[in-house]
């Protein structure tokens, strides 16, 4: 039996079926702006290569989701496939000038434009968009950065083993359509408050850099005893007097975590409580930081077996960012706290004045012994039985005290890197502030005299209408 043509539908019930519901529509826009689907807007929707094409020495570039970043298209580490094979991948998906990328598996949403003229191909893991002619590229690559979409893609991936966004998905992903000059108004003033951004982080970023350069120059005489040779020479003391231990042969306590059955579970913390239970974000490469605090009961305190801290002890990260290193000590405003099971709290040691013990461990003289010897590659560790072998500078306790009064002076603006830290994460804040505010109408741009923005979807209806 012949199929049946399917009906060809009118505009007007084109219209009907490309406008979200107002009780589908995310958040609110201006009146004269309208909410559609993305397949409504784009003339192509498609994926790169599902299956992995032979690949070459050289020829034409094939870029995965790891070569789609947030600003550019990275062609480093990239593979190559001969003119032929990617003249047939071409068939189906080809980049071109405008396209949008947006990674499906990986960084899910992570999205650029094309701005290259450089041939390459795609595997399946990166979607391509292709916007009708009548809307703009690059509003709509800022629209799908924004945190609502993004939340809404990394949704509609569900909860497989291995998440990944569908293009039956992403074409009825719903977005805000203003008028053109509304969208290019709003791509005008994104680019010049993304640029001022943009310096003052750079800047920032560069005052970071000279500082830690200067720290990391600083630490090195510090720890080879350049930093205390005339105190040395006043002292009459020798620089053959300095030890070298490995951590296990020190007498340190190392302690991890409780990881037994009464370890805390999500829904046991609190915004206060008796007993602070510490995260991977409040010991930072710059110490404690109390940002984002967890805290657990009196009676789950009394449940958990080790990991509890006592005054002076340091507490070291060994899960996911190893290395960082913080001190309780007088000065820490809480009384009860726990590490968690990327942690380990280190005891005792009568070798060693404390505060010299962490400026040691901010040093290249370990990060690079805990470079080498870290395991793991998606999540690096550091277990105890390898943390051991260690090698540790042992000066005097007096002069350890003097190596730290000297790098307490000279690195005194510990406090200003944390700041420059701060800002720089208050600038990617911002970005996202402006992206929220953009799409919902807030940057001041919007001309309630202008048409509506349903007269430029019939547009690109009727062209959807005319290319059948």
């Known amino acids: 039996m012949a199929k049946t043509k399917k009906k060809q539908l009118s505009l007007d019930e084109l219209l009907e079926e ?4 107002e009780e589908d529509r995310p958040y609110e826009v201006p009146e ?19 299956i992995k094409p032979k690949i070459s020495d050289y020829g034409i570039p094939l870029l995965t989701a790891k070569n789609i970043l947030d600003e550019e298209i990275n062609f480093t580490n990239v593979d190559y496939v001969e003119e032929n094979i990617a003249k047939k991948s071409w068939e189906r998906c080809e980049p071109k000038l405008n ?72 074409k009825k992903l719903a977005i805000p359509l203003p008028t053109i000059a509304e969208q290019q108004r709003i791509v005008v003033v994104i680019e010049s408050l993304f640029d001022k951004l943009d310096t003052a982080k750079e800047l920032a970023q560069n005052a970071l850099d000279s500082f830690g350069n200067r720290k990391a120059a600083i630490l090195h005489k510090a720890f080879t005893g350049e930093l205390t040779a005339k105190w040395r020479e006043e002292n009459g003391v020798s620089l053959d007097e300095w030890e070298e231990k490995k951590l296990a042969e020190t007498d340190i306590d190392i302690i991890d975590g409780d990881r037994g059955t009464n370890y805390p579970r999500k829904e046991e913390f609190y915004d206060n ?14 110490g404690f930081a109390f940002n984002e605090l967890n805290f657990i009961t009196k009676e789950k305190d009394e449940l958990l077996r080790k990991g509890k801290l006592k005054r002076f002890d340091i507490i070291l990260t060994t899960r996911g960012t190893i290395g960082n290193i913080a001190y309780f000590d007088e000065f820490i405003p809480y009384e009860h706290m726990r590490i968690n099971s990327g942690m380990v709290i280190y005891r ?52 350890q005290k003097e190596i730290v009064r000297i790098l307490d002076n000279l690195l005194d603006n510990e406090q200003r890197a944390k700041e420059l830290c701060d800002v720089i994460e208050k600038i990617d804040l911002m970005k996202k502030a402006i992206l929220s505010r953009a799409f919902r109408g807030e940057l001041g741009t919007n001309n309630p005299e202008e048409e509506n923005a349903v007269e430029l979807l019939k547009e690109v209806l009727k062209r959807r209408i005319n290319l059948k």
Request: charged share 20%; with cysteine.
């Open 32 to 50: 004269n702006w309208v909410w559609t689907k993305v397949e409504v807007l784009c003339t192509k929707i498609t994926d790169g290569e599902h």
């Open 348 to 399: 005792g040691g009568s070798d060693f004045y404390k505060p010299f013990l962490c400026w040691l461990y901010k040093s290249n003289y370990i990060k690079n012994q805990i470079a080498n010897i870290k395991t793991g590659s998606a999540q690096p560790q550091l277990p105890i039985k390898i943390m051991k072998d260690l090698k540790l500078i042992i000066p005097s306790l007096l002069e």
């Open 99 to 170: 396209d949008i990328l947006v990674c499906s598996r990986g960084t899910i949403g992570r999205n650029t434009i094309v701005n290259v003229n450089t041939p390459f191909c795609l595997m399946g893991t990166v979607i391509l968009l292709r916007l009708n002619r009548l809307v703009s590229s690059k509003f709509y690559n800022y629209v799908l950065k924004s945190n609502c979409m993004q939340d809404k893609m990394r949704n509609m991936c569900g909860s497989t083993a291995v998440s990944a966004l569908y293009l039956k998905d992403i």
């Open 18 to 21: 490309a406008l979200i519901k």
């Open 273 to 286: 409580g008796y007993c602070l239970f510490l995260n991977a974000k409040n010991v930072t490469k710059n």
